[in-house]
């Protein structure tokens, strides 16, 4: 190229399953017999709800609603959005200055960064943990924190060992549950520990919340404790409780000042969401429980045939893990990297090994939960043949 590229791109690369599912689509574009039978990334491949689809179609088709739209997003989907926090969180959210749509949460993970890091500032990042949290604290020039999740503590963070560590200069730190890659379950007494922590030493939590609806009874936001507010944002989305990963449609929850720090940038990177999406998200936030029922009754059905899965390669697993992923820890002795390039070269199936999410995810595998039972069952049938 005639120009150097921007120096803070060297310290990022393209993302892991871009990369794969580049690899993925060559060997399927090969000649195969088969498709190769991907259990990587957490796409689910339901349907959204019916109202939002009759939404977007009788909307997109009206006169006056494909010019732009309000950066702040349009009023029904702001008040949808803290209806929706209402009924299922128990929070109370003003829809006119503590809510800001995105255009999915991993969007908002870095928009909060630039609208909060400087160079040199530090982030707490999880280590197993969502890949993104590393990139736009780097893209930010921030620098990197790891603090451990480990199977022994049920992958819940020792904030006695960050009380005893130097903290100076941290800013933020990101968390996550129900846990992506892990599966462990949110806990309100975490959450209480955590909005505690972070008042006391300036440390911004910021909580995405993806995968509360996913396998679980109840379901947890961080700004529901007393005082979370002044020191914590929430990211949601409903690309994973309401099939709509496509759709791209999300939000960040947090103080009227944090908010519109978060406006800030938004503002800059785009024009708005099309406002027929805007209106079938407003119609995806109203479904009520038996909408949720469904969902999850078909997810248990996926965990128990993705355990099948490990069950044949010898990992150990928590079958009533929650979230999109079944993770699992090898037999001592098996490289994970090794198995699963084994696996997809060999059988067609490609399971993801956790050291993409982090040191402490070096002995694990993952499996995802979208894809169908007979996907899965399949899966099994040629995982078999070459063990």
Known sequence: MIIHPADRTGSVKEYYFSKKN??????????????VINLGIGSPDGRPPQASIDALCSSAVQDGVHAYQPYIGIPELRKAFAGWYGRWYGVQLDPSSEIQPLTGSKEG???????????GDKVLVP???????????RLCEAEIVTYDLVEALGWQPDLEALEASD?????????????????APA?????EKLVDFGRRHGIMICNDNPYSFILTEDHYSILSVPGAKECCLELNSLSKAHNMAGWRIGMVASSSDVIYEILKVKSQLDSGIFRPLQLAAVEALSQGPEWFADLNAEYRRRRVAAGRIFDALGVRYNPDSQGLFLWGRVPEGVDPVALS???????GVFITPGFIFGHNGEKYLRVSLCATV??????????????
């Not at 690899?23 to 498709?35: H, S, Y």
């Open 109 to 119: 993970i870095l928009i909060t960064s630039l609208a909060f890091l400087n160079r």
């Open 374 to 387: 007979e996907k899965l069952g399949r899966a099994l049938e040629k995982i078999k043949a070459v063990l």
């Open 167 to 183: 903290l100076s200069g941290v800013k933020m730190m990101w968390t996550n549950y129900p846990n992506m890659p892990t599966g």
């Open 187 to 191: 806990d309100p007494a975490l959450y």
């Open 22 to 35: 580049r690899e993925i689509a060559a060997m399927n574009a090969d000649g195969r017999t088969e498709p």
């Open 127 to 137: 280590d197993p943990g969502y890949p993104t949290y590393s990139s736009a604290a």
């Open 341 to 347: 390039d084994k696996l997809l070269h060999e059988a």
